[in-house]
């Protein structure tokens, strides 16, 4: 199942996943907590993709039962006054077996203002594989030189280069218009 969310103001929720599910919430400008548990033998992807340009805080809180896996991805744009304090905390309980975990955020920070991520594996199981990844970067130069030299201007390029990285392999005309004009 694919639920996708498109959020403009800030959002609590708490989800229990019961079948294999994709969740996407597309968000700008927005505090988010979100408590997912991840019942027994069930497959959680999840991507979180944003823009901000002010500060937010992201809290993603993950339990796991027996033979569960869960894939959060977070893409993140800050421009102008924005600024990600995000905390994914993933926990599998000392009785928990056959746990798959994966977090991965990546922050292209048009602005030069700092964000931090902590991706946290709280395992108290010898049966979980877990791992993580942060990423924090700005615009690659190299790439913008690259575009300019097929005749985009500077600007042109930079908003391609945006657009890609935003909207990369989950795109669709919904998702396109949400985000294209803040762009």
Do not use: W
Not at 122 to 139: C, E, K, T, W, Y
Request: aromatic share 6%; proline share 2%; net charge negative.
């Amino acid at each position: 199942m694919i639920k996708n969310y498109y959020i403009n103001e800030d959002l609590i929720s708490d989800l229990k996943i019961d079948e294999n599910t994709e969740l996407n919430f597309y968000t700008k400008n927005s505090d988010l907590k979100i408590n997912i548990n991840v019942e027994s033998g069930v497959k959680l992807v999840c991507h979180i993709i944003s823009l901000l340009t002010q500060p937010v805080n992201y809290e993603i809180n993950i339990n796991h039962d027996h033979d569960s896996e869960s894939d959060i991805r977070l893409k993140i744009i800050t421009k102008e006054n924005g600024k990600l304090n995000a905390i994914i905390n993933d926990a599998v309980d000392s009785h928990i077996k056959g746990v798959v975990i994966n977090q991965q955020s990546k922050i292209l920070a048009v602005n030069q203002v700092k964000s931090m991520v902590k991706p946290n594996l709280l395992i108290n199981s010898i049966d979980a594989m877990a791992s993580h990844g942060v990423s924090i970067g700005n615009i690659n130069s190299d790439s913008l030189y690259y575009l300019m030299t097929k005749g985009l201007t500077r600007e042109q390029a930079r908003i391609k280069l945006i657009q890609g990285f935003i909207l990369g392999p989950v795109y669709d005309k919904e998702t396109y218009d949400f985000f294209v004009k803040e762009i």
